[in-house]
């Protein structure tokens, strides 16, 4: 009930009221931070945090955001700052599990997926993977639905890959 997080291409909003009903009266934007935002790529919800892309330097960037709130500023960590040449600039697609705490990374035509693997344990980070991997043809797009990764290749075919074991694997 914190409120809605707004992106510009340079800055992070929260759109919130302290009222019990919002209107234009009662509604209040506040600047929260001040990171750089690829917009043609939506944020993602991970669960309690919002990651969103960054691609205004040479390589693209991924960003985590964590404590929204109405008074202070969030926390912004760069999650891809290990890697920092791993993810290309102009990823545009992007797609997460929250139930299996993993992110994917694509480029329109590239044949080449990103991975980003977490692990939490209360509301602390144990453990993050970054990896790669290279499919038989580019892609068009990619998503995922429960436990499994669809991609659409340019040859119109698409296909699955289980993300978790299957008793028939």
Partial sequence: TTGLAVFSTNQQFLLASDAEIMNPDTANLRSISTYNYNKDV??????????????????????????????????????????????????????NSRENSLVLYGKTNSDTVYGYKYFN??????????????????????????????????????QKISLMQQDTD
């Avoid at 691609?55 to 920092?84: C, H, W």
């Avoid at 509301?123 to 995922?144: C, G, S, V």
């Fill in 42 to 95: 939506p944020p993602l919800n991970m669960g309690t945090t919002i990651g969103f892309i960054d691609d205004s330097g040479k390589y693209s960037r991924f960003n985590e955001m964590a404590n929204i709130q109405r008074e202070g500023e969030p926390t912004v960590i760069e999650q891809s700052k290990l890697v920092p040449t791993l993810l290309p600039k102009d990823i545009d697609l992007l797609t």
């Fill in 121 to 158: 344990a209360a509301e602390k980070r144990e453990q993050a993977a970054w990896f790669k991997m290279k499919l038989n043809n580019p892609i068009k797009y990619h998503f995922i639905i429960d436990d499994d990764y669809y991609f659409l290749d340019t040859d119109n075919f698409l």
